[in-house]
């Protein structure tokens, strides 16, 4: 499956599972239950991965957490931002030559995101 298509699953998930849990929740909430969507549309979903990073030739195993990696391809993040002005769940992609576009490569992802949950 290519990666626009897994990012368009994600989406759709993250979309489903706000319109059931609501805004408000904390993070953790929100990544259990859309790891267990994204398993029901066929998706393989790992959580809390570790993401190493090398830092002037030193390895830190566990430079970063990553919320989910789905088919060992997109990264997703999670986050809750409480002052947007209304509720909704936005999969952000991830902009060329940014730093998450630089880090995402960096660790052999091809895609990425952060999900953001805010309320009303």
């Known amino acids: 499956m290519k990666e626009n298509e ?5 989406l ?5 599972v706000h319109r059931e849990l609501g805004p408000g ?3 953790s909430v929100y990544e259990v239950v859309l790891a267990v969507e994204l398993s029901t549309r066929g998706l393989t979903v790992a959580r ?7 830092y002037k030739g030193i390895r830190f195993d566990e ?3 990553a919320d989910l990696i789905v088919n060992g391809k997109v ?5 809750y931002v409480p002052q ?3 509720a909704f769940a936005v999969l952000k992609p991830i902009r060329q030559g940014s730093q998450d576009q630089r880090f995402h490569s960096r660790n052999g992802f091809v895609a990425g995101g952060a999900i953001r949950h805010g309320t009303r």
């Open 84 to 86: 947007f002005a209304r």
């Open 6 to 10: 897994i990012g368009m699953l994600i």
């Open 48 to 54: 809390q991965i570790p993401v190493p990073i090398v």
């Open 12 to 16: 759709a998930a993250a979309i489903e």
């Open 63 to 65: 430079g970063f957490r």
């Open 25 to 27: 929740l904390l993070e």
């Open 75 to 79: 990264l997703v993040e999670l986050k």
